[in-house]
């Protein structure tokens, strides 16, 4: 970091004000070496904004919406696309400093973020084209019973978009982009970890969008958060984050069958080792699933099930291709782990690696477990039984738990009894054995994965979950229509009402010549 970064304006009443309010500091997972010894380094600050601050921003996003008439919601879908278009050729121009501020505000490696930012670019462009689809097909004239009707989209309101801290530039956008070409106004809650970066995107959201479209606000979540779900301003809530996080909050807003949600929550994904598995792929697979970005991530894998007949070349093989994951700062070549983005998170690791210790797992790898700091060292625990809070807790940090098994039916059972249910990944070569595990996979979990690790991607893949793990698909094909409703205009299908829908159709920007008898 070339010097701290001091925020010194903010979002209020529609546009780009100066900050003169209290200030909360940011400091890095990285401890720096000083004349006292190590210790954090401080990044810079943010401003503190408060309850009070979030419902000016609520109020100027209402106004700017006003009932679907505002200046955003009442552009063309070409128009917003312009304007969308505009704000990531300015983004495309601010990677270094994105990526570099990212970098030691999460500790996440280079060429991570690196990859990140180039994927949001992306997102942003096949999201453009999903919603370029949706309105082509909308144009459409519907004919059924005499009945004929343009079916549309409308923008919802107001959307509080809140994403992660694993991935606070791509998930974040996953939000916001959508939301907005759908014609709302949005208010954007970045992560605890991983908002500074959000300095340099100030002034491009304010150019490209008309005031009031786009708000960030900083600061304690509750304090900002709790008052635009209480007052019942917000019409759709999309958040990655915890259960319980969502619970709260959406249990504050007064009119809860109003409130449109999609919530991205947690996961235990499970990998399932067949006695005929390629242990080569396993183990890779396995490995890089369970510790990239020290396995912080809703999609990663957190638990192992290894059958007996294969335990132990795969604990070989897996303890052994542990020892070589570099280890270290997030822009050295070939890092996987890092600092932990949440320092505080250490304790609770340690504490479930001492359960388990207690409990009769053993680490099995070199060094495994051993820290410095916020850098924990992978810990492959193993045997892994139902008595230990690992088993059944989502640890989000470098440990992998293995499970031995030696019926199909208990890592079956585990994923039914399981409270999260995103994905899943099977590895083993005989689909007599396969395909009966897929398909009860298939009922617990969104997505099975086939000698593969666990992943979010392709983007055009639903991406969602079942049970406590999701509401809603994330997917790029998907996404669009939580931001908006669909609604009808209708007619008699005689020549005076046909003729009345067309010319409406034409006037409102939806020309088109297709028409679509319905049987």
Known sequence: MEKPIEPDRVFLGGDLQPWKGRRLDVYSPIDVRTQEGFSPLRLGSLPRMTGRDALRALAAARKAFCGGRGAWPSLTLAGRIR??????????????????????????????????????????????????KRDRASRSLIRQKGIIGLVCDEPRGVALCAGPYNYPLFETFGLVVPALLAGNTVIIKPPRFGVLFFDFLLEPLASCFPPGTVH??????????????????????????SKAVADRLTSLHPKRTRLRVLLGLGAKNAAVILPDADLETAVGECLLGALAFNGQRCAALKILFVH??????????????????????PWAKGVRITPLADPVRMSYLRSLIDDAAGRGADVINENGGRSAGSLLCPAVLQPVTPRMRIYREEQFG????????????????????????????????????????IDAARAQVARVNLNAKCQRGPDVFPFTGKKDS??????????????????????????????????????????????????
Not at 216 to 241: C, M, N, R
């Open 470 to 519: 999701a509401r809603g698909d994330f997917s790029v094909s998907e996404i669009f229509g939580f931001f908006a409703d669909r609604t009808v205009v209708a007619a008699r299908d005689d020549g005076r009402g046909a003729a009345l829908l067309k010319r409406y159709r034409a006037v409102s920007g939806r020309s088109g010549s297709g028409e679509r008898n319905v049987s």
């Open 308 to 329: 007996e007949a294969v335990r132990k070349p795969f604990l070989d093989r897996l303890a052994a291709e542990t020892a070589k994951i570099r280890i270290g700062m």
């Open 398 to 437: 470098p440990l992998v738990p293995i499970v031995d098994f030696r019926r199909m039916e208990e890592p079956v059972d585990y994923l039914r009894a399981s409270s999260f249910g995103q994905q899943a990944s099977v590895f083993g070569t005989d689909v007599r054995t396969l395909g009966p595990l």
């Open 83 to 132: 304007r969308l278009e505009d704000f990531s050729a300015r983004l495309a121009g601010l990677k270094e400093p994105v990526v570099r501020t990212l970098m030691w505000e999460i500790a996440k490696p280079r060429v991570e973020l690196e990859a990140e930012f180039d994927r949001t670019i992306e997102l942003i462009g096949r999201l453009i084209q999903a919603a370029v």
């Open 216 to 241: 960030v606000l900083s600061g304690d979540g509750p304090a900002v958060l709790d008052p635009l779900l209480k007052i019942g301003g917000i019409d759709v809530f999309a958040f990655i984050g």
